[in-house]
């Protein structure tokens, strides 16, 4: 079973700058999108981003338009989330998640996840 790792979390002052990297276990790992959720305390899971694997096409929640950039790098199986112009609202713990394809994630749901990262913006 693939696992997904993610790094990048901690503690952010608002307006300032993380970036996420999820890497899969196996570099053999084939999948069609990968994207993030998050899920904030008391909150249900929410989708974040998500990209095409091939084709590189990205999808945002509106609540990151214009703050949030996924990217991935197809050589080393890993995806990026840049988040800038944080606010407390970012508040959260940040999954990586892969699925069969984008519409999946976007529909909140996804095959393989990994096991969070917090992400802590303080005001």
């Known amino acids: 079973q693939v696992q997904l790792v993610e790094s990048g979390g901690g503690l952010v002052q608002a307006g300032g700058s993380l970036r996420l990297s999820c890497a899969a276990s196996?570099?053999?790992?084939?999948?069609?999108?990968m994207g993030w959720f998050r899920q904030a305390p008391g909150k249900e899971r929410e989708f974040v981003a998500g990209?095409?694997?091939?084709?590189?096409?990205?999808y945002y929640a509106d609540s990151v338009k214009g703050r949030f950039t996924i990217s991935r790098d197809r050589t080393k199986s890993t995806v990026y989330l840049q988040m800038n112009s944080l606010t407390p609202e970012d508040t959260a713990v940040y999954y990586c998640?892969?699925?069969?394809?984008?519409?999946?994630?976007?529909?909140?749901?996804?095959?393989?996840w990994g096991q969070g990262t917090q992400v802590t913006v303080s005001s």
């Open positions: 990209t095409a694997w091939i084709t590189g096409s990205t």
């Open positions: 998640a892969a699925a069969p394809e984008t519409l999946r994630l976007r529909r909140n749901t996804a095959d393989h």
């Open positions: 196996e570099r053999s790992f084939r999948t069609s999108a």
